[in-house]
């Protein structure tokens, strides 16, 4: 195991890159519907809603969608890759998701489900990654690799999306 599979950014690399994010997703943060989503979704994205999680005795759902995601971005990311774990006014990280997670590895940081505040996971490029919204109760995953590797088994645990490349969803 890397020495780095976890790291905490520091004060510079965390204004970089919350920066970068704010800027490249245009995120305007607010508990108001109608600042909903708060980013603008990227063309390959598709947002589901947690609500069906609020009715999840044991956690068995969320415990599957979390595991989902961060093998489709652990994938993504390749053996060598790492990733940005952003909680919104809090500590984040870089880290290698290959390297973490597993028997005598440190544990992945932050989960993709916002527990209280936006909760991002990106690759270094930007380009595929994850945005859970607080208040709108919902999930954005994105990138095209990433979508292809989850979002048949993101659906079976969340039912249909709410938004396909950020225009709301109808029926297939």
């Not at 936006?118 to 990433?146: I, K, M, N, Q």
């Amino acid at each position: 195991m890397r020495e780095d599979s976890v790291s905490v950014l520091s004060e510079a690399e965390h204004r970089r890159v919350w920066e970068r994010f704010s800027a490249d997703f245009r995120f305007q943060p607010g508990m108001s519907p109608l600042t909903w989503p708060a980013i603008e979704e990227p063309p390959a994205s598709i947002t589901w809603s947690l609500a069906p999680l609020d009715d999840d005795p044991g956690h068995a759902r969320l415990d599957r969608l979390t595991a989902v995601v961060k093998q489709g971005l652990a994938t993504c990311a390749g053996p060598r890759g790492t990733l940005y774990a952003l909680d919104w006014q809090h500590t984040s990280y870089r880290f290698a998701p290959m390297e973490t997670g597993g028997p005598g590895q440190p544990p992945w940081p932050l989960s993709p489900y916002p527990d209280g505040d936006y909760c991002v996971y990106l690759s270094e490029d930007f380009r595929t990654g994850s945005f859970g919204h607080p208040w709108e109760e919902s999930l954005c995953l994105f990138g095209a690799e990433l979508l292809d590797a989850v979002s048949t088994e993101v659906d079976q645990v969340l039912g249909p999306p709410i938004r396909r490349s950020g225009q709301a969803a109808g029926p297939r």
